[in-house]
């Protein structure tokens, strides 16, 4: 399974969306082009959109203003990644340095900055209230995931249902906000909207639970990011938090100490933790499990090409390699 195939219902609209992003990222400060076009063409999946695009047309919506909520939710993401990436103190993304390590860390926040308020733009000419209500709650949400992760770090007791909650908030609601702006488009009624924002918020989770478990499953090179990024930056993610709950007494202290210290001294020794316990295979199935969640929620929709995409790539989600 690939996006292509995924993609094929919407292809025309996708390609319509690039062009939207890239005209939209238009300014007369040459620094802010400049970081704007690395950090948008640098590979990423664009499910975000993609999702966007297949939602509104499975739930029947035959106009085009779906593309313009598409761009609108990649460019509230992309100015997460800047964001992030300052915050995280990050070099590498997608195997490509960073904006904040080529331009520094003050244009890297400036310009997420610039494409978050670009984003509030195209909203107001997209000119429909409930569209604003959505994707303002969602951004605050975004935010609010933030915070949370940030006191999560370096604490080594940080549960399981600590975790999903950042989870929830800070990857799942903006997958959950784009279905719903598609079913908002059609003006499907509340049940249909609140199905598919179900859908879309079991996607984000069982999307961001494989992530966490490809960071300490799969070489650099078949990454978008360093092996042990996660437990450098102190991040307690699922697959450690599950080791700590399985592992002996002695694996037990070497996750505590790694995750209150940071940094990638004792990652071999981490890696060998996770892998001695079933905490990958934890992730993997519990990440399954929201994808059929994800899948069963799409039951309310009629049969369609784009229904169908929506289930792969539920699909593709849980089983990518990257």
Not at 3 to 29: C, G, M, N
């Amino acid at each position: 399974m690939d996006l292509s195939t995924i993609r094929q219902p919407v292809a025309e609209d996708s390609k319509a969306v690039d062009a939207l992003i890239l005209r939209r990222l238009q300014s007369d400060v040459v620094l802010i082009n400049q970081i704007g076009h690395y950090i948008v063409n640098s590979g990423g999946k664009r499910l975000r959109p993609l999702s966007v695009l297949l939602a509104a047309r499975a739930c029947g919506y035959a106009g085009d203003r779906h593309i313009d909520l598409a761009a609108i939710v990649e460019f509230i993401h992309t100015s997460t990644l800047l964001h992030d990436d300052v915050v995280d103190g990050s070099e590498l993304r997608r195997n490509r340095e960073t904006a904040n390590t080529v331009w520094g860390n003050e244009a890297s926040v400036l310009v997420g900055d610039f494409l978050y308020s670009r984003s509030f733009e195209m909203m107001v000419d997209v000119g429909n209230m409930r569209v604003m209500e959505v994707l303002a709650h969602a951004t605050n949400r975004i935010a609010e995931g933030e915070v949370l992760q940030l006191l999560n770090e370096r604490d080594p007791d940080t549960d399981e249902k600590r975790y999903m909650e950042v989870i929830e908030r800070k990857t799942a609601t903006l997958f959950e906000a784009g279905v719903r702006l598609g079913a908002v488009l059609a003006e499907a009624p509340r049940e249909i909207e609140d199905a598919v924002s179900s859908y879309g918020l079991n996607l984000g989770i069982a999307f961001q639970l494989v992530d966490d478990a490809l960071d300490y499953s799969l070489d650099n090179a078949e990454l978008d990011k360093n092996v042990g990024d996660d437990l450098e930056e102190g991040k307690p993610t699922l697959p450690v938090i599950r080791a700590m709950a399985v592992g002996t007494p002695e694996q037990r202290a070497l996750l505590r100490e790694a995750i209150e210290h940071g940094g990638r001294d004792h990652i071999d020794a981490v890696a060998k933790t996770i892998a001695s316990t079933d905490a990958i295979a934890y992730t993997a199935q519990l990440a399954r499990s929201y994808a059929e969640r994800a899948k069963e929620a799409l039951n309310v929709l009629p049969d369609s090409a784009a229904r169908a995409s929506l289930a792969m790539m539920a699909d593709f989600a849980v089983t990518r390699m990257h």
